[in-house]
């Protein structure tokens, strides 16, 4: 088989004219904004892993390093400053053996306020076996006519640009795309103030988290974390009767009913809530994870951070993750219902930590306990 050897080589660019009134490197202090989802991306095709969040990546930092001197990633909890912030909202397309790179922008200052917006479009040649400069070309040279425009169209200076804002105080509802949410998830309930549990995973990105509940969609922030226990707890602002409760006094019974209450496939379900039902089969989780058991209730993409019910309506866990079939099917394996949450006494620990309110039962609640997961259940909406 005989392939391309089309763009094995990067580009250098091209050599634009810069306006001579410009400083060129140029030392306004500018932060850069790319979706984590864009940065991170990357998928396996033509029998080799295609990378092209990292070839953007590098074609950024290239690119905007030729023209700027303090050109930085933005970053929500960082104290540096910047006098401009852009706005990148990338995507990927592939049209007659080309990579096609659209990228759009928004160029803030340091109050808030939009300067300039607009868009730019490049392609490249690629070898699908050799996929990095391919991807990294279209990106560099988008990217470059970018940088040429904010410094012919805008005449950046710190004498022009005199103020200065830390990351941190950037308004992120000036960066985040409002109408389509990045990724959705579960959570629940916890407490009468409206503390809500998920995943850590299905939060760590966002730069805004909203809740869908009952009461209706609010802003979160997230209030405490643990990536090594993949939990975290959002505060909102949803006073509730409906909650779920610890069990006191009682370990998770092997085989015992659960219900878990998710949000899943989000853009391919209905935005409503689905119910399933399993139990507990096993104590014990993949060698070497900590905290977890596994159940056998069927999740879906979008159930992390879903309660565990037991019939009593005791919380019995939070869902984090399931086995992944694809790679098990490589080995002539197909695992169903394999999944594993965290078990509630590690959250116990969490809570006590970070001082979150909660409530245990003594005895088993009487009644529906699917209805209490039910309507303890939210959907969570992240924003990048």
Not at 79 to 93: G, H, K, S, V
Not at 194 to 206: E, I, L, R, S, W
Not at 329 to 339: C, D, H, S
Request: glycine residues 8%; proline residues 3%.
């Amino acid at each position: 088989m005989i392939t391309s050897c089309a763009n094995t080589q990067k580009t250098k660019g091209k050599r634009y004219k810069i306006n001579a009134n410009v400083a060129v490197p140029n030392s306004t202090e500018i932060a850069v904004y790319i979706p984590q989802a864009f940065q991170d991306m990357e998928y396996w095709v033509a029998g080799s892993w295609h990378k092209p969040g990292l070839a953007m990546r590098e074609a950024l930092n290239k690119s905007f390093g030729q023209y700027f001197t303090s050109a930085k990633w933005f970053d929500r909890k960082s104290t540096e400053q910047a006098r401009l912030f852009l706005d990148l909202n990338p995507d990927w397309d592939f049209e007659g053996g080309k990579v096609i790179f659209n990228t759009k922008y928004s160029l803030l200052d340091a109050a808030g306020n939009e300067i300039a917006s607009g868009s730019y479009k490049e392609s490249s040649g690629i070898n699908y076996h050799q996929s990095e400069a391919g991807y990294y070309n279209a990106a560099y040279k988008a990217f470059q006519r970018l940088a040429v425009n904010i410094l012919n169209s805008q005449q950046p200076s710190k004498e022009k640009f005199v103020n200065l804002l830390a990351m941190n105080k950037l308004d992120l509802n000036k960066l985040i795309d409002k109408e389509k949410p990045t990724s959705s998830g579960t959570g629940f309930f916890v407490n009468a103030e409206g503390d809500v549990v998920t995943a850590n995973h299905v939060v760590d990105d966002c730069l805004i988290v909203k809740v869908k509940s009952e009461n209706g969609l609010s802003d979160a922030h997230i209030e405490n974390s643990s990536r090594l226990l993949d939990v975290a707890t959002l505060r909102t602002a949803q006073a509730t009767e409906h909650y779920v409760s610890f069990r006191k006094g009682h370990e998770i019974k092997l085989g015992e009913k659960i219900t878990t209450v998710s949000y899943p496939l989000k853009g391919l379900l209905a935005s409503s809530p689905n119910m399933t039902f399993g139990n507990v089969t096993s104590h014990k989780a993949l060698s070497g994870s900590l905290g977890l058991f596994q159940f056998s209730a069927p999740i879906q993409p979008g159930s992390s951070g879903g309660a565990i019910v037991s019939d009593g309506s005791e919380l019995l866990g939070v869902v984090t993750s399931t086995l992944n079939i694809k790679e098990l099917a490589k080995e002539g394996v197909i695992p169903q219902n394999v999944n594993f949450a965290l078990e509630a006494k590690y959250l116990k620990k969490f809570f006590d930590k970070y001082k979150v309110n909660y409530t245990e039962l003594e005895t088993p609640a009487v009644g529906n306990s699917s209805e209490k997961a039910l309507n303890a259940s939210a959907q969570i909406a992240c924003y990048q």
